[in-house]
């Protein structure tokens, strides 16, 4: 009875396409970089979720700056250069996830970015950045799935070889 009830939980969990869990995946982890760089600066905001746009040229909040030079104080980099490092790698990173363009470097540059985040700046925040490299983990693993860009490139090129 027991292993009939869980062959059956088995085959129902089977029947949902990879291709829903990895967009699912690629979402999920670019939301949240995303709206972290959307914290760090001003003129430009687009939050479809929260229905809040504003559209002008981005510019880099004094206040991140700051962040960078006093609460996150990263080793081995000027503070200014790792707030724009970091505010272009939060807007840039999840486009490519959420469009699945470079879905696998994408995806690595994101768990580089949470093992500096977990190892020099909130290292008690482990619970949550675990969650985040096993996104990325899953994805540079998988790749973007078959709802993606890169699907899209691969299928085609394939088609065009001789």
């Known amino acids: 009875m027991?292993?009939?009830?869980?062959?059956?939980?088995?085959?129902?969990?089977?029947?949902?396409?990879?291709?829903v869990v990895?967009?699912?995946?690629?979402?999920?982890?670019?939301?949240?970089?995303?709206?972290?760089g959307?914290?760090?600066?001003?003129?430009?905001?687009?939050?479809?979720?929260a229905d809040v746009y504003e559209w002008g040229?981005?510019?880099?909040?004094?206040?991140t700056v700051f962040?960078?030079?006093y609460?996150?104080?990263?080793?081995?980099?000027d503070p200014t250069w790792a707030a724009y490092l970091a505010t272009i790698a939060e807007h840039l990173l999840p486009i490519l996830l959420l469009t699945g363009v470079l879905c696998r470097?994408?995806?690595?540059?994101?768990?580089?970015?949470?093992?500096?985040?977990?190892?020099f700046v909130y290292p008690d925040a482990y619970a949550l950045h675990g969650t985040w490299a096993a996104l990325a983990l899953l994805l540079m693993r998988q790749g973007a799935g078959v709802i993606s860009v890169d699907y899209?490139?691969?299928?085609?090129?394939?088609?065009?070889r001789p």
């Open 2 to 19: 027991r292993h009939a009830l869980s062959a059956r939980i088995e085959r129902l969990f089977q029947t949902v396409p990879e291709s």
């Open 22 to 36: 990895l967009l699912l995946t690629r979402f999920a982890l670019a939301a949240v970089f995303w709206l972290s």
């Open 38 to 49: 959307q914290t760090k600066i001003e003129g430009f905001a687009f939050n479809p979720v």
């Open 57 to 63: 040229w981005p510019m880099l909040k004094d206040s």
């Open 67 to 69: 962040l960078f030079e």
């Open 71 to 77: 609460e996150y104080a990263l080793p081995w980099i």
């Open 105 to 119: 470097l994408a995806a690595l540059g994101i768990f580089a970015m949470t093992l500096v985040i977990q190892i």
């Open 152 to 160: 899209w490139l691969n299928r085609r090129a394939q088609k065009t």
